[in-house]
T-cell receptor
Framework: NAGVTQTPKFQVLKTGQSMTLQCAQDMNHNSMYWYRQDPGMGLRLIYYSASEGTTDKGEVPNGYNVSRLNKREFSLRLESAAPSQTSVYFC????????????FGEGSWLTVV | GQSLEQPSEVTAVEGAIVQINCTYQTSGFYGLSWYQQHDGGAPTFLSYNALDGLEETGRFSSFLSRSDSYGYLLLQELQMKDSASYFCARRDGQNFVFGPGTRLSVLP
């Protein structure tokens, strides 16, 4: 039972480079999320997708783009990485209204130098 | 507003009971969740309260008072493995907003 799978687990980027974080869930959830977590801090919502074909900005969307490719997959793209984007990124999914449980991937540790 | 407030750190001894409080702003509130996160790991779900009252799941209980915009997580019979960060989170429409987290240290 895979749950939420995200790749890569670790990545080092140079300032200005671009990259895409991939995420897939096998629980048939409608809602998917991308959060970032900085050291000693809580999770801040970057973007979310309430259903296939829709995406919405969260608290900290600047510098990011997302694509809800299909019901299973939700990718996060950094077009021009900045040191301020050094963080741990968590993809998550849920079925809002049915238990309201968020299932998280294992995290992607991104360092921008 | 969407912010949640919780204490930054709590320390307790093995076998004790500890309560972690969370206050939130009320606009658009649907319910309050609690998550546990060990260092280097992903957050994992503990409980969800949509209505006032106490929800019990083994050693962990969660309480909500909507009139006071307040909830808490109660951990009983503390074990060393309970040392972790605990986050309250409010459901806000189709997404979830997390508090800053409370780091619980359990001492022998």
């Amino acid at each position: 039972n895979a749950g939420v799978t995200q790749t890569p687990k670790f990545q080092v980027l140079k300032t200005g480079q671009s990259m895409t974080l991939q995420c897939a869930q096998d629980m048939n959830h409608n809602s998917m999320y991308w959060y970032r977590q900085d050291p000693g801090m809580g999770l801040r919502l970057i973007y979310y997708s309430a259903s296939e074909g829709t995406t919405d900005k969260g608290e900290v969307p600047n510098g990011y783009n997302v694509s809800r490719l299909n019901k299973r997959e939700f990718s996060l793209r950094l077009e021009s990485a900045a040191p301020s984007q050094t963080s741990v990124y968590f993809c998550a999914s849920s079925e809002v209204g049915a238990g309201n449980t968020i299932y998280f991937g294992e995290g992607s540790w991104l360092t921008v130098v | 507003g969407q912010s949640l407030e919780q204490p930054s750190e709590v320390t307790a001894v093995e076998g004790a009971i500890v309560q972690i409080n969370c206050t939130y702003q009320t606009s658009g509130f649907y319910g309050l969740s609690w998550y546990q996160q060990h260092d280097g790991g992903a957050p994992t779900f503990l409980s969800y309260n949509a209505l006032d009252g106490l929800e019990e799941t083994g050693r962990f209980s969660s309480f909500l008072s909507r009139s006071d915009s307040y909830g808490y997580l109660l951990l009983q019979e503390l074990q060393m493995k309970d040392s972790a960060s605990y986050f309250c989170a409010r459901r806000d429409g189709q997404n979830f907003v997390f508090g800053p987290g409370t780091r619980l240290s359990v001492l022998p």
